[in-house]
């Protein structure tokens, strides 16, 4: 039994909905408790919606549902990370997930 939590997550895809869909009804990452049929719906409808201008109506409609009626949900930190890299050093690159494979990186006039 709580009043408030925290829960982090990292969008894993370039959609809108990787955040979304967290909070329907029957995903296992939404544990607060909170169940809205019309919000299920509106994900429902996105995911099945190509026409991108449409889909970001239904997900502005769902997020005010989420967010500003229902406040099941106050998102308020941005985790990001620095990579500082020499001009020297070449072909680095750092993903947003996993680790970082120095297979292909080298340095080049130092």
Same mark, same amino acid.
């Given at each position: 039994? =709580?009043?408030?939590?925290s829960q982090a997550w990292s969008g894993d895809y370039n959609d809108p909905n990787t955040?979304?869909?967290?909070?329907?009804? $029957?995903?296992?990452? $939404? #544990?607060?408790?909170?169940?809205?049929?019309?919000?299920?719906?509106?994900?429902? &409808?996105?995911?099945? *919606?190509?026409?991108?201008?449409?889909?970001? &109506?239904? %997900?502005?409609?769902?997020?005010?549902?989420?967010? =500003?009626?229902?406040?099941?949900?106050?998102?308020? !930190?941005? #985790? %990001?990370? $620095? *990579? =500082? !890299? #020499?001009? =020297? !050093?070449? $072909?680095? %690159?750092?993903? *947003? %997930?996993? *680790? !970082?494979?120095? &297979?292909?990186?080298?340095?080049?006039? #130092?």
């Amino acid at each position: 039994d =709580y009043e408030i939590a925290s829960q982090a997550w990292s969008g894993d895809y370039n959609d809108p909905n990787t955040f979304f869909d967290l909070w329907t009804s $029957n995903s296992g990452m $939404n #544990r607060t408790g909170w169940k809205s049929s019309e919000y299920d719906e509106l994900i429902k &409808k996105a995911s099945e *919606t190509l026409d991108l201008g449409e889909r970001a &109506k239904i %997900f502005a409609e769902a997020e005010k549902i989420l967010v =500003y009626e229902d406040a099941a949900i106050s998102p308020g !930190v941005w #985790r %990001f990370k $620095n *990579t =500082y !890299v #020499r001009k =020297y !050093v070449k $072909n680095y %690159f750092s993903p *947003t %997930f996993g *680790t !970082v494979d120095l &297979k292909h990186t080298y340095t080049e006039g #130092r």
